[in-house]
């Protein structure tokens, strides 16, 4: 085992997280739906965590934009 | 370290010590700003090259949004012509007592870790993204968990969170081996100041705790994706496309996986003490009333509580004064006394681990990073109940080394005395030698008598334990 890494641990999390991006996405998408579906029943938010707060419209607005910058790049 | 002959600051380096101002902490690694000390005041300084993010922090509303909520300190931008270079110069609300993540119970850092998350969503949802998850942002001020690092912040950007890594180190990793293993594992971030690394938390861990998925993604597999890069490492870095989506799910699924976490604090001998025989009926009323006679005649602004247990003295300080610390070594001591300070929402009082035979030392780069416990301010008050028999029969501390120790401490001093013959004492001479001829109540007012005048002097009822009110000597 190597004890005393020459690169520091954050280069392996770079490339790991674009590896579960399609797992994140998928996970984000259930639980919105899980979301809306109890907040038509209960106004409090089921679980005891704080509240997952909606991107705004301007950084989903971004996000359509800075996918095609980078497709033109 | 050159003294600067200009009267102005520079702090377009890392070696600002001039007149009275100097780079405190660990913030000499952050480009976009330091923090300063100036005459018991600490500052932000913002540096020109993080003016964008800084006016965007602002005009986006993600401060307001954040400070209002209790989760960023909030600060006031001074005027302060004489810190040269700088952007702007910030004062932040003062934090009373600076605490570090391996001085928290498991619910400490869980919080802190939950307040992270939080904050990261907000961040989020104003356009704006957290560079950096470190436990050390963290503070707790009113006993809350809240972020001081104000320059946390950048523009979102659609690639992977630069965080994401450091997150896992500094909270995931450490919380899921307190849950899993043991709760003395938060220990790990005292010499992990980068956070426990994945690989070793991997190996300490059970092998059920693979079972579950947010673990087994976050931890394990993240763990096995770093040994890998180590083995065979990768081509140098190219911006990704991160879905917004994706991000906001690692995020999420990153806070399902703490609050997944849980930690039972077991029944140990020190969470059920004052149930005791000797120590339950009258005598605890009988000493709550002595204590609080005490505190009445001092009225201190600020206590520390040694061996506070789970806090009951604590809590009697922190009706009068304004802010109490509670010591304990036991883990499940300071999370009882959390639990209960978090439910009460008491904001006068900080339970924190601490074994005073092997307190905080200063750590980091020339041991400057981290304050030792003694480096940071004092109380006005030391409530020492129930303590000095355990430093002197359990650790051999002998008493005069004791006294020295209280006396720098602070003015006043309210400690018990627990004779060898009295019940609790006698369990710790069990499987020990009796070597304590030196340990009786006359040579204990005599070594304190050396650095303290003796102000009160009450026995407790139903025990032949006694209860001093000691005034440090002028020297």
Redesign the interface.
């Given at each position: 085992?190597?004890l005393l890494?020459?690169?520091d641990?954050?280069?392996?999390?770079?490339?790991?997280?674009?590896?579960?991006?399609?797992?994140?996405?998928?996970?984000?998408?259930f639980?919105s739906i899980k979301r809306k579906f109890f907040s038509l029943f209960n106004k409090a938010e089921p679980?005891?965590?704080?509240?997952?707060?909606?991107?705004?419209k301007?950084?989903?607005a971004?996000?359509s934009k800075?996918?095609s910058a980078?497709q033109r790049n | 370290m050159p003294w600067l002959a200009s009267p102005k600051t520079r702090v377009l380096s890392n070696e600002i010590e001039t007149g009275r101002m100097k780079v405190v902490g660990a913030s000499f690694r952050d480009p976009s700003g330091c923090v300063i000390e100036d005459e018991g005041e600490f500052l932000r300084v913002v540096r020109p090259a993080y003016a964008e993010d800084y006016r965007f922090l602002v005009k986006s509303g993600l401060y307001q949004a954040l400070s209002a909520q209790g989760l960023l300190i909030p600060h006031e931008e001074i005027e302060r012509p004489d810190v040269e270079g700088a952007f702007k110069v910030l004062r932040p609300r003062q934090v009373p007592f600076i605490s570090y993540p391996y001085e928290w119970c498991f619910s400490q850092l869980r919080d802190a870790a939950l307040a992270t998350l939080a904050i990261q969503k907000a961040a989020m949802a104003h356009g704006m993204c957290l560079k950096d998850a470190s436990a050390f942002n963290i503070q707790f001020v009113e006993g809350r968990p809240m972020m001081i690092d104000t320059l946390s912040f950048e523009r979102l950007r659609l690639r992977p969170w630069a965080a994401y890594g450091q997150f896992c180190r500094h909270f995931l990793a450490p919380l899921a081996l307190m849950s899993w293993r043991d709760a003395r594992l938060g220990q790990l971030l005292r010499t992990q100041l980068d956070g426990v690394p994945l690989p070793l938390a991997a190996t300490l861990l059970p092998w059920r705790a693979r079972l579950d998925p947010w673990l087994l993604m976050h931890l394990f597999l993240h763990a096995a994706s770093e040994t890998r890069v180590a083995r065979i490492p990768p081509k140098p870095i190219q911006p990704r496309n991160f879905p917004l989506r994706s991000f906001l799910g690692l995020t999420s699924s990153l806070e399902s996986a703490i609050q997944k976490l849980q930690w039972q604090p077991p029944k140990t001998d020190w969470a059920g003490y004052y149930q005791g025989t000797v120590t339950g009926g009258r005598y605890v009323e009988h000493k709550q009333q002595i204590v609080a006679g005490f505190l009445k005649t001092v009225q201190p602004r600020t206590v520390w509580d040694l061996g506070a247990n789970t806090g009951l003295f604590s809590r009697l300080a922190a009706q009068s004064a304004e802010g109490v610390l509670s010591f304990d070594a036991d883990p499940a001591c300071v999370e009882l006394n959390y639990l209960e300070t978090r439910r009460a929402r008491q904001t006068r009082l900080l339970p924190l681990l601490m074994d005073l035979t092997n307190p905080s030392p200063a750590l980091g780069w020339d041991h400057r990073e981290r304050m030792s416990w003694l480096e940071r301010p004092k109380p006005d008050m030391v409530l020492a109940l129930g303590l000095a028999h355990h430093l002197a029969i359990a650790n051999n501390v002998p008493l005069d080394r004791m006294a020295d120790f209280c006396a720098r401490l602070g003015p006043w001093l309210a400690v018990e005395f627990v004779p060898k013959h009295d019940a609790n004492a006698r369990k710790l001479l069990h499987a020990r030698e009796d070597i304590f001829d030196r340990y009786t109540r006359e040579d204990f007012e005599q070594a304190f008598g050396r650095r303290f005048t003796i102000q009160d002097s009450r026995t407790v009822q139903d025990s032949e334990r006694q209860l001093y009110l000691m005034r440090l000597r002028e020297s």
């Open positions: 085992m190597r890494g020459y690169i641990p954050g280069a392996g999390s770079y490339g790991y997280q674009l590896l579960i991006a399609g797992v994140t996405g998928v996970f984000f998408f639980s679980s005891a965590g704080l509240k997952d707060t909606p991107p705004s301007n950084a989903l971004r996000e800075d996918q980078v | -």
